[in-house]
């Protein structure tokens, strides 16, 4: 399985950008790179998921560079609400012999 | 709307009570996940059904079972629950399973051992 390695907290202020990093340097041909946001005492929430180059939806942008040994969460303009955790998954969800498993994920903090 | 529930949301047993976390699904979805997070830690995969077929983590502990009496039923059973199990419980659907297919999850029952 692809370990991924994310900053474990960040901090931002309401209605700036911010990009959080995730590694994973054994990455494998059929997989897939997934971000899920969770809030206390939810279940994570899909947020988007890409293969390569950039994707993006009405809530996230995601950079995937030439290698895809790592990828890049984009939000724009957060607000106090985007406050959670954030988990990149990385894996052939439950095909071949692969699954994705929830990496350690990155606090993010927005403060007013 | 279509969705994932985790029935009851509280659970507080006493240590060794047998003790069973319930989930359905509206969404239909062939996929039914459980995972178990401790505070302040990512999911951990425990184990997940494909249709009726049972996929077991090799680092789940026999204490823990699960059954799928059809498609959107799907129930957690800790035989013996010791207070390390104390957590929360999700629940996740995922359509096919395929690595395309995001996985939907549910609210949580957070599980106290007394």
């Known amino acids: 399985l692809a370990k991924t390695t994310q900053p474990i907290s960040m901090d931002s202020y309401e209605g700036q950008e911010v990009n959080i990093t995730c590694s994973h340097n054994?990455?494998?041909?059929?997989?897939?790179i997934t971000w899920y946001q969770q809030f206390p005492s939810q279940g994570p929430r899909f947020i988007i998921q890409g293969y390569k180059t950039k994707v993006t939806n009405e809530v996230a942008s995601l950079f995937i560079p030439a290698d895809r040994k790592s990828s890049t969460l984009s939000l724009p303009r957060v607000s106090l609400s985007d406050t959670a955790v954030y988990y990149c998954l990385v894996g052939d969800a439950l095909t071949n012999a692969g699954k994705s498993t929830f990496g350690d994920g990155t606090t993010l903090t927005v403060k007013p | 709307d279509a969705m994932v529930i985790q029935n009851p949301r509280y659970q507080v047993t006493q240590f060794g009570k047998p003790v069973t976390l319930s989930c359905s699904q509206t969404l239909n979805h062939n996929v039914m996940y459980w995972y178990q997070q401790k505070s302040s830690q990512a999911p951990k995969l425990l184990f997940h059904y494909y249709d009726k077929d049972f996929n077991n983590e090799a680092d789940t502990p026999d204490n823990f079972q699960s059954r799928r009496p059809n498609t959107s039923f799907c129930f957690l059973d800790i035989r013996s629950p010791g207070l390390g199990d104390a957590a929360m419980y999700l629940c996740a659907t995922s359509s096919t399973g395929n690595r395309e297919d995001e996985q939907y999850f549910g609210p949580g029952t957070r599980l106290t051992v007394t």
């Open positions: 054994n990455i494998a041909t059929n997989d897939y």
